[in-house]
């Protein structure tokens, strides 16, 4: 090492020494420089979130489980609740509501799952095609129709696992059907 690197790298640990001793200092003058440059900041990060939306929404999901912020959230809640209770209610049920869509109720055995598909002969309950000789999804060619269990109300419209939920139905009528009830369907 020479000298000049010398004493370049002394200046570096006084430096980072003094940041050491000096945080709010060091916090002070991070705000200043945020505040001053704001436009650019936010820029940088919208252009960051349209590359990255994936990482973005794992950051995102990693900051809402923060102490600090979930602390945050119970606070705004308990505000909300307070001055609009009517939309702190529709928030709510819609959260629950989505928690049941990703965590069902109810199960099945192998069995009961045979079951239904026998009481409906082995065929699609919507087409009437035969479900039975469909491959199943794994083995299904591109473009090849295949299996699938129809939950008949939605989970997303909180269908159960029970197996009365369940019927066979083909792939097509499935994707067809998408969220929507057997009733919607018909109209
Ligand atoms: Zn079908």
Same mark, same amino acid.
Request: charged share 40%; with cysteine.
């Given at each position: 090492?020479?000298?000049?690197?010398?004493?370049?790298?002394?200046?570096?640990?006084?430096?980072?020494?003094?940041?050491?001793?000096?945080?709010?200092?060091?916090?002070?003058?991070?705000?200043?420089?945020?505040?001053?440059? *704001? !436009?650019?900041?936010?820029? %940088?990060? #919208?252009?960051?979130? &349209?590359?990255?939306?994936? @990482?973005?929404?794992?950051?995102? $999901?990693?900051?809402?489980?923060?102490?600090?912020?979930?602390? *945050? !959230?119970?606070?705004?809640? %308990?505000? #909300?609740?307070?001055? &609009?209770?009517?939309?702190? @209610?529709?928030?709510?049920?819609? $959260?629950?509501?989505?928690?049941?869509?990703?965590?069902?109720?109810?199960?099945?055995?192998?069995?009961?799952?045979?079951?239904?598909? &026998?009481?409906?002969?082995? @065929?699609?309950?919507?087409?009437?095609?035969?479900?039975?000789?469909?491959?199943a999804k794994s083995d299904a060619q591109p473009g090849e129709h295949y299996k699938t269990i129809d939950h008949v109300i939605p989970l997303s419209k909180d269908g159960t696992n029970w197996p009365a939920n369940l019927r066979p139905a083909c792939?097509?009528?499935?994707?067809?059907?998408?969220?929507?009830?057997?009733?919607?369907?018909?109209?």
């Amino acid at each position: 090492m020479n000298a000049v690197e010398a004493r370049r790298n002394r200046k570096i640990e006084q430096k980072r020494a003094w940041r050491l001793r000096n945080p709010d200092k060091v916090e002070s003058y991070r705000r200043k420089h945020y505040l001053e440059h *704001k !436009e650019d900041y936010i820029t %940088k990060a #919208l252009v960051w979130r &349209d590359k990255n939306p994936k @990482r973005f929404k794992e950051n995102q $999901k990693k900051h809402d489980a923060t102490p600090k912020r979930k602390a *945050k !959230e119970r606070v705004s809640r %308990k505000v #909300l609740r307070e001055s &609009d209770p009517e939309k702190a @209610r529709t928030i709510s049920r819609r $959260k629950a509501h989505r928690r049941r869509a990703l965590n069902p109720e109810g199960h099945y055995t192998e069995e009961q799952l045979q079951a239904r598909i &026998d009481l409906y002969g082995g @065929r699609c309950y919507l087409c009437d095609c035969d479900w039975d000789a469909l491959p199943a999804k794994s083995d299904a060619q591109p473009g090849e129709h295949y299996k699938t269990i129809d939950h008949v109300i939605p989970l997303s419209k909180d269908g159960t696992n029970w197996p009365a939920n369940l019927r066979p139905a083909c792939d097509r009528c499935n994707s067809s059907k998408r969220d929507n009830m057997p009733t919607e369907l018909v109209a």
